[in-house]
């Protein structure tokens, strides 16, 4: 690696200082696609390459004025005249693309520095992060503060219905974002939201994830531990994760600390579920607040309890929040409605991860009572399709009727590991839950699996971090939901 021309924070904060000409390696991944489209709105040029482009982002940046090529139409000589290049995690280390920007001679960083020199360092910014709910609990905050009124920024890695993912903040509302623990680039191997210049936290959850990144739990740990100390303003944390408990602990003595969960005396409390959604009450200081929401799903209740706090203790009265999270949106994929078949309702979701696999099934039970779940599982994540998991997976399919395991189509990144046994998984959970299960490696085999199940009396779940072997392009599905 040739690093001479990687720009420091202070060379990047510089460069924000003036309108320049930005070019986005790897544009229309989520995050870079948002990325560019504020620094458009902000002034500058901004132009991006990538191996392709499609709906929404390719329509998001056509929109916000961004000019892009393919890389069978792209010079690399062009980069000369560019003040500044940001690089996508998408790029490797070891690849030529890494080298042509490398050669350029142009200064360049990651998105995320970018982000937070550019955007954020003049925000006040509210970082979302853990294990799981970051995307869902970002949204919550940015939908609730539009209800009461307010302008906030919001940076969201995720397709949201009918919005863009990313917008600058008005009239000094807050700047809320999706603060996650992934590294940054090739050559900035840290988490993102070391860079995001955060003045509050809100943290869901704290496990283990991520192994071809980290080798333990306490590596992840340690992300946080390098920005907690630098948090002025208010910390949100989930203290039924022991991990979170640590962290905040150690590094949080005499700060504005908040905990919420099944652990915590301010709940969520007496939660309540119906076909119209769900309430609960949170005990805030000594008086016991009730909330109704449009949410189902104990994950989900818990998510907003976290922005309600984060709310609350920054001047948001009780009476224009109550009214304010009573119709909220989930972010599109989670447990997202796609459409019937039979009479079967056909549901889409993130979840890969053992406990969001869990809380996801436990929230379509409570949503859909009395029908049966059948699900479909495609482990993607590289942790999710090592071995890392195999044990944990067992456990957390006994709500399903029926569930059918996609084989993954390539081994794990994660390194010392095995891949997934899905053949000996698929027998575990026949033994451990009793329920019918079996696997696939197909889209053939997925397409008729559900044709032989549905009916009016069950759900389907599919969850997925990628595309279940293509199923929502199918024609399959075409057919069923048009």
């Known amino acids: 690696m040739d690093l001479k021309n990687m720009a420091s924070k202070d060379e990047v904060i510089a460069l924000s200082k003036k309108k320049c000409r930005i070019f986005f390696y790897r544009i229309c991944g989520t995050g870079m696609g948002a990325c560019a489209s504020l620094l458009r709105a902000m002034g500058h040029e901004i ?72 955007v954020l360092n003049a925000e006040n910014v509210v970082g979302v992060c853990g294990t799981h709910g970051k ?29 863009a993912p990313a917008r600058l903040s008005e009239g ?20 993102k939201f070391r860079l995001y210049e955060l003045n509050s936290m809100i943290l869901t959850s704290l496990e283990f994830d991520h192994a071809d990144i980290f080798n333990s739990l306490e590596d992840i740990e340690k992300e946080f531990e390098f920005v907690l100390p630098q948090i002025d303003g208010v910390f949100v944390g989930n203290s039924d994760y022991p991990s979170i408990t640590k962290i905040a602990s150690k590094h949080l003595e005499n700060k504005n600390t908040y905990s919420y969960g099944d652990t915590s005396s301010l709940g969520p409390k007496s939660v309540s579920t119906s076909n119209c959604g769900s309430s609960f009450f949170i005990n805030w200081e000594g008086e016991e607040l009730k909330f109704n929401t449009s949410l189902v799903g104990k994950h989900n209740i818990e998510n907003l309890c976290s922005a309600i706090v984060y709310a609350l ?108 046994d ?44 990628n595309t279940c072997m293509g199923l929502w392009n199918s024609e399959f599905m075409k057919r069923i939901i048009g």
């Open 422 to 465: 899905t053949h000996l998984l698929v027998d575990e959970i026949r033994k451990y839950s009793g329920i019918e299960v079996g696997s696939e490696n197909h889209l053939d085999g997925i397409t008729q699996w559900i044709e032989r199940q549905a009916g009016d009396e069950s759900v389907l779940l599919v969850m997925s971090n």
């Open 313 to 420: 203790r920054n001047g948001i009265s009780y009476s224009e929040l109550s009214p304010a999270v009573e119709k909220l949106v989930l972010a599109k994929r989670r447990q997202e409605l796609i459409g019937n078949f039979k009479g079967m309702p056909i549901i889409d979701d993130f979840a890969h991860h053992p406990t969001a696999v869990k809380v996801t099934i436990d929230a379509i039970s409570s949503q859909y009572p009395g029908k049966k779940i059948l699900a479909v599982f495609e482990p993607m994540s590289a942790t999710s399709r090592s071995e890392l998991f195999q044990k944990k997976y067992i456990e957390v399919f006994g709500k399903c009727a029926r569930l059918l395991i996609v084989e993954p189509g390539s081994k794990t990144t994660v390194e010392g590991v095995n891949n997934l």
């Open 135 to 163: 995307t869902t609990t970002t949204y919550f905050l940015a939908q609730i503060y539009e209800n009461i009124g307010l302008t906030p920024g919001y940076f969201i890695g995720a397709i949201l219905d009918g919005r």
């Open 47 to 118: 132009e991006g390459v990538d191996f392709n482009f499609y709906p929404p982002m390719s329509t998001y940046l056509s929109e916000a004025g961004i000019k892009t090529c393919l890389f069978e139409d792209f010079d690399p000589e062009s980069l000369k005249g560019f003040d500044l290049i940001v690089v996508g995690n998408a790029v490797h280390r070891l690849s030529e693309h890494a080298r042509i920007i490398e050669r350029s001679g142009v200064a360049f960083s990651s998105f995320p520095a970018v982000l937070g020199a550019f």
């Open 172 to 191: 000094g509302a807050p700047f809320f974002i999706e603060a996650d623990e992934y590294d940054s680039a090739y050559f900035h191997k840290f988490s």
